[in-house]
């Protein structure tokens, strides 16, 4: 019965027979004792007028079956240990009812009278009000947490066991109803009831609790049935006080004592061993199949006892006592149905988006359990993703991109052959989950999704388009699981992103690198995690004065195992997994700081960071700007904002809101790539443009290309026309950089002048290279 042991650094001290490891022998003793008893009965009387009377050697034996349980519990009990005071507890309800024993046996040998009541009713009362004492210490940390449907099952079965005790008893209940009710008729009622009620109540506590809420709780259930035969025994006359001491249901008594001693010992040896002993209460535990049949088998019970009734005669109490019962399982039912009720919701919530109403994540890998099982019908999964969704979401705000998504969910769904499942996996991504031999059925179903989506959403008025890329993998030829089938169907819908037909069939031997993509995105994740996207600057010189008035940030990747990898690797990937935000504010941080670090040493230098097209359509962003700005302590002309010409055909009048915001604080507005788009020259009235970047395109073959050189003489025309600063990108020798001067041109930037380089380098450049000398073009073309 010794419990595991705890090691406190220190080697276990052994107390004699106080240790667990001698528990099995303190056993052994309490079957002596109950050997005792059988002696006691067949030899302990004689034959007095024809009357069994009881001998000195019988009494001997009897007290011996009382004396050693109780020696044996508090010997258990002595000591030091944590949690010995609700195992001496036991011991003392051990004592109470042992002496009650010898009172009542010294009694009947001494005066042949047994008096009720007597001083031995106060041990046996004193014993259950211990019992429950101890009872109630091992869960009273718990208490609050029991739950009405606990205490309806419990409330329940104690009317169910009152009701069926009455039964019997139902003539002496009726003699107390009569008025003929004394003390001694009131405790031999009391007794047996108490029993049932001490069994209901530790049963209850198990059901609730577990096990372990009560250890040794079948070595005290057991005594107190034996304890309630005698007593039964004893209310309806079986045992008077001519065979108290010599009936053989007096074994009740002696061998129910002897349980419940063990079970003392087993609370004494859970304390010690530094095992348990409260209620550890999990929902598990509280065991729904028990409480059912316990439920069950109390309803049949109570109905068995108003039945009989019908039968027989029995007393109004008891027919009430029954009764009741069922109502309180009758509400325990109720409590359950509700209960049953409340867990379906819950499940279903569980695999439920809240927003469209359609199954989940969850829901998709509960059921692809079955429809991946081996043996089911081959299938096929559609991934579909929503293109540029997050600029609807940010341009129109998040209650428009929500209800986008509920109008693009309903159309999907009424395009869906039957027993396909549509799931939304979050975000702007769907899936669709079925039945199909091949890809034929999976690229049908893609076709008919991309013609319901393609015509355009009403949105309050305002028409919306959005296109859906989609790609398929089938299983099991793609994958025997729903984490492969997924994984291949999410590289072939990111193929699909950049094919003409929006649609992709993963192809092992086409998409093998879009496995070491899914690579490279978490990379790109982790890397801005780590501070590896970091910003390098490339000077921007001034044609009039020959100074250098500012410079770009260009953003690289310090990747640990690659080295230096240029945008081209990655921006990509950073687009596709939205992080492209998120850059945006990083190299802005980085910018500024870097200002504030050159202005501390006496460098005035201007910096232009490019800007995302999310940042075209995130109305807080010029708010953001400004407070960056703030907190370092720069002047906003400090800072230029470059964008792209396709950046602005996306929603001109929200780029417009925004650039206006952005340039009213002072910010400068800059086109970067100026002509290598298809855009309309308008914008350049409409929109608050400070500088036009002409695309490296144009300028790379100046020297040699007369109609190269019209294009250029024209924009920079146009742009002083519109009192705008040109600024040629990609000058990579000297006679570009000199007719463009002629040109009118106002600044350029190459690798003529100088490739990017980090922001603690600039200083040292500036200082190595004079761009005012006549002697100086031949290092212009070092690298910094």
Request: glycine share 10%.
């Amino acid at each position: 019965m010794a419990g595991p042991h705890v090691d406190s650094g220190t080697p276990p001290r052994r107390t004699g027979w106080r240790s667990p490891a001698d528990w099995p022998r303190l056993l052994i003793l309490l079957v002596v004792s109950t050997g005792a008893i059988g002696a006691s009965v067949a030899w302990g009387v004689s034959l007095v007028d024809g009357r069994p009377v009881p001998t000195v050697a019988g009494g001997v034996t009897s007290g011996l079956a009382l004396l050693i349980p109780t020696a044996v519990c508090w010997w258990a009990v002595a000591g030091r240990g944590r949690g010995l005071g609700v195992a001496r507890l036991a011991a003392g309800a051990v004592t109470a009812f042992a002496a009650g024993m010898v009172w009542n046996g010294a009694s009947v040998v001494l005066n042949e009278n047994l008096p009720i009541p007597s001083p031995a009713d106060v041990g046996f009362l004193v014993f259950y009000v211990l019992v429950l004492a101890v009872l109630g210490l091992l869960v009273h940390r718990h208490l609050a947490e029991l739950r009405i449907r606990a205490g309806l099952d419990l409330t329940a079965s104690i009317l169910t066991v009152l009701a069926l005790m009455s039964v019997p008893l139902d003539p002496l209940v009726g003699r107390a109803l009569a008025g003929q009710m004394s003390v001694g008729l009131a405790l031999t009622l009391l007794y047996p009831a108490l029993d049932l009620l001490l069994v209901t109540v530790v049963v209850g506590v198990v059901m609730f609790g577990g096990a372990r809420a009560v250890p040794g709780w079948g070595w005290l259930t057991a005594g107190l049935i034996g304890f309630m035969v005698a007593d039964l025994g004893f209310a309806l006359g079986a045992i008077d006080a001519d065979s108290v001491t010599t009936s053989a249901l007096q074994l009740g008594w002696f061998i129910g004592l002897a349980l419940i001693a063990v079970w003392a010992v087993g609370l004494a040896a859970a304390s010690r061993c530094g095992r348990q002993t409260s209620v550890a209460r999990t929902r598990a535990e509280y065991s729904e199949t028990v409480v059912t049949s316990t439920a069950a088998s109390a309803t049949f019970a109570g109905l068995a006892v108003l039945v009989l009734g019908t039968h027989i005669q029995l007393s109004v109490e008891t027919r009430v006592l029954a009764g009741l019962a069922i109502v309180f399982y009758g509400a325990r039912a109720q409590l359950a149905f509700r209960e049953v009720r409340r867990g379906a919701a819950l499940l279903r919530m569980a695999h439920t988006d809240h927003l469209t109403d359609l199954p989940n994540r969850r829901a998709l890998y509960a059921r692809a359990e079955e429809r991946l099982a081996p043996g089911a019908a081959d299938g096929a999964l559609l991934l579909m993703d929503l293109d540029r969704f997050k600029e609807v979401n940010d341009s129109l705000g998040h209650h428009m991109g929500d209800r986008l998504l509920i109008d693009v969910s309903r159309r999907l769904s009424s395009c869906l052959p039957e027993g396909a499942l549509l799931v939304r996996l979050g975000g702007d991504e769907f899936a669709v989950l079925l039945n199909a031999s091949g890809a034929g059925p999976a690229l049908a179903l893609a076709e008919r999704v991309r013609a319901t989506t393609a015509e355009p959403f009403d949105l309050d008025g305002m028409s919306v388009e959005v296109a859906m890329s989609i790609g398929i993998a089938l299983f099991p030829e793609h994958g025997e699981d729903l984490e492969s089938v997924l994984r291949h169907a999410d590289i072939a819908m990111y193929r699909a992103k950049r094919s003409a037909s929006h649609v992709h069939v993963y192809a092992p031997e086409v998409d093998a690198a879009g496995t070491k993509r899914l690579g490279r995105v978490a990379e790109v994740r982790a890397a801005f995690d780590r501070g590896e996207f970091i910003a390098y600057y490339q000077p921007k010189l001034d044609l009039g004065t020959r100074r250098v008035a500012g410079v770009e940030a260009l953003v690289r990747w310090q990747h640990p195992a690659q080295g230096l990898l240029m945008p081209g690797v990655f921006l990509d990937l950073v687009e596709d997994v939205g992080l492209m935000h998120r850059l945006t504010q990083s190299m802005l941080s980085q910018a500024l700081d870097q200002v504030v670090e050159w202005h501390r040493i006496g460098v005035d230098l201007t910096v232009a960071v490019n800007l995302s097209a999310s940042s075209l359509i995130d109305v807080d962003m010029p708010g953001r700007v400004r407070a960056m700005l703030a907190e370092r302590s720069l002047a906003p002309q400090v800072l230029e904002l470059e964008i792209t010409e396709d950046l602005l055909m996306a929603d001109r009048r929200q780029a417009r809101a925004i650039l206006a915001d952005l340039r009213s604080g002072g910010v400068r507005i800059a086109i970067d790539d100026f002509g290598s788009g298809y855009s309309s020259l308008a914008y350049l009235r409409d929109l608050p443009i400070d500088e036009l970047k002409i695309d490296r395109a144009f300028i790379e073959p100046l020297a040699g290309d007369p109609r190269a050189e019209a294009l250029v003489s024209a924009t920079v025309a146009l742009a002083h026309g519109l009192d705008q600063v040109v600024v040629a990108e990609g000058v990579e020798d000297e006679a570009t950089l000199d007719r463009l001067a002629e040109l009118g041109c106002d600044q350029a930037q190459g690798y003529f002048i100088a490739r990017p380089m980090p922001g603690g380098h600039i200083p040292e450049w500036l200082a190595t290279h004079d761009f005012t000398a006549g002697v100086a073009a031949h290092r212009l073309g070092r690298r910094g």
